[in-house]
């Protein structure tokens, strides 16, 4: 481990900041070095009982490393099974899930630049620049 990577917040800090952010944070299904977030944003079959709905939503993986912060974010169907699977969405549903996204990730950027000093990009931008 860098100098780098042990002057930001701990794993418990980072757990418990990401926790007040709201319901997005996953910290059972986080490591020391990757937070599980998701987002269960639009109910496939509401007509059903609540123990039978799914959801269209998104999810995301966000990890550190001595460089700071990326994420990877994905798009799919939370089914029965409490299990996210990829899918294809429709154009209108995609549109809602992009717009809750987009909030939510502004949101974190600015948590993590304020806690730990380091920016979060997208893994694409992260690979790039490395």
């Given amino acids: 481990m860098t100098s780098e990577l042990l002057l930001t ?3 418990g800090r980072l757990f418990k900041v990401f926790t007040d952010l709201g319901p997005y944070f996953r910290k059972l299904q986080s490591t020391e070095n990757s937070f599980f977030f998701d987002c269960l944003d639009i109910c496939v079959n509401d007509a059903k ?7 269209y939503g998104w999810w995301l993986i966000v990890s550190r490393d001595e460089n700071g912060f990326d994420y990877e974010r994905y798009d799919g169907i939370y089914n029965l099974d409490g299990d996210w699977v990829v899918t294809k969405i429709s154009h209108e549903n995609q549109q809602t899930l992009d717009a809750s996204f987009d909030l939510f990730i502004e949101r974190l950027k600015a948590l993590i630049e304020v806690e730990t000093g380091f920016c979060l990009v997208p893994l694409e931008t992260a690979l790039t620049e490395a």
């Fill in 9 to 11: 917040p701990s794993r």
């Fill in 49 to 55: 009982e609540p123990e039978e709905r799914e959801f």
